[in-house]
């Protein structure tokens, strides 16, 4: 049974920093794609960035240039390293792997 557990969420400030991980259990992030999505109220959910098993990532165009994905083989862990947070920015942050999610972390952008 794979377990997807995410944290790093909180409350930041316009133009702050935060790293989200993934911490995943029963499959390995290095030999499988793992994908960020987020979902905002009212929304449906989107896919945020994605890092495959060789290591190529792809990022929605409204994040390229700011979030960067990537991972942590001895750790089993992937990360979401979110720079110049705007408002549009909050929602609930999923980790996904396979056709397993996990539960989410809460992220808040304002002052």
């Known amino acids: 049974q794979v377990q997807l557990v995410e944290s790093g969420g909180g409350l930041v400030q316009p133009g702050g920093s935060l790293r989200l991980s993934c911490a995943a259990s029963?499959?390995?992030?290095?030999?499988?794609?793992v994908s960020w999505y987020r979902q905002a109220p009212g929304k449906e959910r989107e896919l945020v960035a994605a890092?495959?098993?060789?290591?190529?990532?792809n990022y929605a165009d409204s994040v390229k240039g700011r979030f960067t994905i990537s991972r942590d083989n001895a750790k089993n862990t992937v990360y979401l390293d979110m720079n110049s947070l705007k408002p549009e920015d909050t929602a609930v942050y999923y980790c996904?792997?396979?056709?397993?999610w996990g539960t989410g972390t809460l992220v808040t952008v304002s002052s």
């Open positions: 029963g499959s390995s992030v290095s030999i499988n794609m």
């Open positions: 890092i495959s098993y060789s290591g190529n990532t």
């Open positions: 996904k792997l396979h056709s397993f």
